[in-house]
């Protein structure tokens, strides 16, 4: 079964408010039980490069998301190792 990850949103504080920016990312991936899948998601230096709150889901067809990494490459305790996350300047992946 084909699987597809999902970036919802980039959060940041700004001056007390939650301010939410345009980015660039494939609409989605998917790759067959096994295979190595990698997405990346580019903002620019006032969004992804100055913070850390980047969120990455995982949505099946007819289910409801599933947080996979949080702050970047923080993953919750159920969540397996196979899946992480980084960044690199505008870039996070």
Same mark, same amino acid.
């Not at 295979?35 to 969120?55: A, E, H, M, N, P």
């Given at each position: 079964? #084909?699987?597809?990850?999902l +970036? +919802?949103?980039? +959060?940041?504080q700004?001056? !007390?408010?939650? #301010?939410?920016? #345009?980015?660039?990312? =494939? =609409?989605?991936?998917? !790759? #067959? =039980? $096994?295979?190595?899948v990698?997405?990346?998601?580019? !903002?620019?230096?006032?969004?992804? $490069?100055?913070? &850390?709150?980047?969120?990455?889901?995982?949505?099946?067809? $007819?289910t409801?998301?599933? +947080?996979l990494?949080?702050?970047?490459?923080?993953? =919750?305790s159920?969540i397996? &190792?196979?899946?992480? $996350?980084?960044?690199? !300047?505008n870039m996070?992946?």
């Amino acid at each position: 079964m #084909a699987w597809a990850l999902l +970036l +919802l949103t980039l +959060l940041t504080q700004d001056t !007390g408010s939650w #301010a939410q920016y #345009a980015l660039t990312w =494939p =609409p989605f991936v998917s !790759g #067959a =039980p $096994g295979q190595l899948v990698t997405t990346s998601c580019t !903002g620019t230096s006032s969004d992804v $490069g100055d913070y &850390d709150r980047v969120f990455w889901y995982q949505k099946h067809p $007819g289910t409801t998301s599933r +947080l996979l990494i949080y702050n970047v490459n923080t993953r =919750p305790s159920e969540i397996s &190792d196979l899946f992480s $996350g980084s960044k690199s !300047g505008n870039m996070v992946t």
